[in-house]
């Protein structure tokens, strides 16, 4: 019996989840290792030729070799099933309802942690582990929170607002306390110079050749056809021309309308039941109020009206000061000034510090007002 628990590690064959298993391994605890298949190119419409990231056997062999050169088992885990009824058919719908969703947030929210932590007590281990760059402390008040990795560059508690009480606090984060630049030199020092030579990517694990737009085609029956002959109009209504369908535009996204109107221009909005891309100037992107919605309160388990948080509303957002105006397990976030981009369907995740407070999914921006 291991003197400091078992634990479930989360390994897909890359540097991080690799050396944070070594690292758990070598600080006492008995390591299980398990590689999460969550999807294959096949069934999601593709010819099955380019699995990429996790989901590709040169990683299960990776993850399997580390696991036996050190003495603990692994395991691969196939929730495909799992994966794809949930995170795959709320990627389509979000973008049909003219959404922008965010695939990883919802995964780790709803299929890996879950599924981890129900394979964890069926093995009897106290522990699941990942190899995030965050970290989770325990308040005086009892509850579980996450803090930003130290990592400014790194850090990934962003997408790990939806972690609910039970699993943060089953979870071990070994890499929230080292910058990358030491995870690197400790992959060379556990005898893996490869790892740390190893391209990470950034893709969507279901969309490796990151055209989410052939995704859709491939997974909606003539969507084309269904959306196509739309309008491109102005922030007064005036019709531009004409677009390829709403789905396969997001507001903030200059590149790729195939219009030309003289002067740079920008998606604003989409209106999915006119099947109308609103385009306007980068002036016309900004926003001081949103509405978010299905919030995870997480530090604390609500705020009073009118607490101040920094409100980040994209992965690689530096955030900005706002005001949270709640109701229920929604609010109303206003921002002490402007922000460009909001994208309903994004995830706003909300800061005290380096504190996560609790994250939502952004429902609609205003006007500013």
Not at 155 to 165: H, I, P, R, T
Not at 251 to 259: E, F, N, T, Y
Not at 278 to 286: A, N, P, R, S, T
């Amino acid at each position: 019996m291991s003197r400091k628990g078992k634990v479930l590690m989360a390994m897909s064959g890359g540097i991080d989840s690799t050396v944070a298993a070594l690292m758990l391994h070598n600080e006492g605890y008995e390591v299980v290792g398990i590689t999460m298949k969550t999807w294959d190119y096949a069934s999601s419409g593709g010819n099955g030729k380019k699995e990429t990231g996790c989901c590709n056997i040169d990683s299960f062999n990776d993850a399997r070799a580390a696991a036996v050169e050190h003495g603990f088992p692994h395991y691969i885990l196939d929730i495909r099933d799992e994966f794809g009824d949930f995170v795959i058919d709320n990627f389509v719908e979000e973008y049909l309802a003219g959404r922008t969703p965010n695939p990883c947030v919802m995964c780790n929210t709803h299929i890996k942690w879950r599924a981890l932590l129900k394979r964890a007590d069926a093995m009897d281990c106290e522990f699941i582990a990942t190899g995030h760059y965050a970290q989770i402390h325990q308040h005086t008040n009892g509850r579980y929170f996450l803090r930003k990795g130290i990592d400014d560059t790194k850090d990934q508690s962003y997408v790990l607002w939806g972690l609910q009480q039970d699993l943060l606090s089953r979870t071990l984060l070994p890499l929230g306390t080292y910058h990358k630049t030491a995870i690197r030199q400790m992959a060379h020092d556990f005898g893996y110079p490869e790892l740390a030579k190893k391209n990470e990517s950034y893709e969507i694990c279901f969309v490796p050749d990151n055209d989410y737009r052939g995704f859709l085609k491939r997974r909606v029956d003539h969507l084309e056809e269904k959306v196509t002959g739309g309008n491109f109009v102005d922030t007064a209504g005036n019709i531009l021309g004409t677009h390829k369908g709403y789905p396969f535009y997001t507001v903030g996204q200059r590149k790729g309308l195939d219009i030309a109107l003289g002067k740079p221009a920008f998606v604003t909005a989409i209106d999915p039941d006119t099947n109308t891309v609103v385009l306007g100037d980068e002036e016309d992107l900004k926003k001081n109020e949103m509405s978010v919605g299905k919030i995870n309160w997480i530090k604390y388990d609500g705020v009073p009206d009118g607490f101040e948080a920094v409100t980040k509303i994209r992965y690689k957002d530096k955030g900005a000061l706002s005001a949270l105006h709640t109701y229920q397990n929604n609010a109303n976030v206003r921002f002490y000034e402007d922000v460009k981009g909001i994208a309903p369907g994004q995830s706003a995740v909300f800061y005290e510090g380096d504190d996560v407070v609790g994250g939502g999914i952004i429902q609609r921006s205003k006007q500013p007002f």
